[in-house]
């Protein structure tokens, strides 16, 4: 594998360049989009995209609102959930990420997001802040911790949500209630004023390494291991296997594989390389164990 030329960046020395390109960087985000109460019952709604889960047992999902840039004060969110700790995350898709948009505006502390944006407030079940109705999957939370990074403008003060119960939309539940992920239509935040949208024709499945004890690149035969041809992605692949394969003798009845025999039978480095193109095509499609019969016949 070729690696290209890298730049280095630094906080100190690019300051709001680095800022802005570590957003880009660390993508995409999920989306947490908060509905919080105060003690007087006012409601806001605002969306968070430094976000994330964190803990199956208990499952705590973790945001973080920052604190304003031009006075270091408390935004809504983290207001309300320091006077009322619980908090529902309510899942963002395609339908209404720009309805979420809106809500992140800065409107005055009485005004309501639900009303600005167009969304509706149902009850949660558990907890005093509302639901939004239109979003596909509704976390209802009590707040755990709250961790402040430091003190100023723009610091990260990290919400430790407890995930007490969840409402899912019945569409996107299957005969067996599994998500259907693909009908989800899930968006994420990058960089910018970019987001992404997960849709089936971009899902992928990676296999779990951890169901067995892949051999590791580094124990793949070196004209493999060391492929001018096959990418880090396909090596990953054929190294998750617990012991080499052997050659199954009926590959070499493969058509394409006897035109290659016939074709570089006096340029066996040659032959080596058309066979790895051969077995990426088979990895690309998911066929590990074909791919690994290909680059076996030489």
Excluded at 124 to 141: D, G, M, N, T, Y
């Amino acid at each position: 594998m070729q690696f290209n030329e890298t730049k280095t960046f630094d906080q100190k020395t690019h300051g709001s360049l680095f800022d802005s390109m570590i957003k880009y960087a660390i993508a995409p985000r999920p989306i947490c989009f908060a509905s919080t109460i105060d003690k007087d019952g006012h409601v806001n709604l605002s969306p968070f995209s430094y976000f994330n889960f964190m803990s199956t047992n208990p499952p705590v999902c973790v945001f973080s609102p920052l604190t304003r840039m031009r006075d270091g004060q408390d935004k809504h969110t983290l207001a309300n959930i320091r006077e009322v700790d619980e908090v529902v995350i309510n899942i963002v898709n395609y339908d209404i990420v720009q309805q979420t948009s809106l809500a992140s505006t800065d409107y005055p502390k009485e005004v309501d997001e639900f009303a600005k944006s167009g969304l509706t407030a149902i009850p949660s079940k558990f907890i005093k802040p509302p639901r939004v109705a239109e979003s596909p999957v509704q976390l209802e939370c009590k707040v755990r911790d709250i961790i402040t990074i430091q003190e100023g403008g723009g610091t990260g003060n990290l919400v430790l949500a407890e995930v007490v119960c969840m409402h899912v939309q019945g569409q996107y539940l299957d005969d067996n209630d599994n998500i259907d992920q693909a009908a989800l239509d899930l968006v994420a935040r990058l960089g910018g004023n970019w987001y992404c949208r997960v849709t089936k024709d971009n899902l992928f499945e990676v296999p779990k390494p951890l169901r067995k004890l892949g051999i590791g690149v580094d124990q793949l035969p070196e004209h493999i291991r060391n492929s001018s041809i096959l990418t880090g992605n396909q090596l990953g692949l054929l190294a998750n296997i617990e012991i080499l394969p052997e050659l199954d003798e009926s590959t070499k009845n493969d058509e394409h594989i006897v035109s290659l025999l016939s074709m570089w039978s006096e340029d066996q480095v040659q032959l080596n390389k058309e066979l790895q193109r051969y077995a990426a095509k088979f990895l690309d499609d998911g066929m590990v164990d074909e791919a690994w019969q290909v680059l076996l016949v030489n």
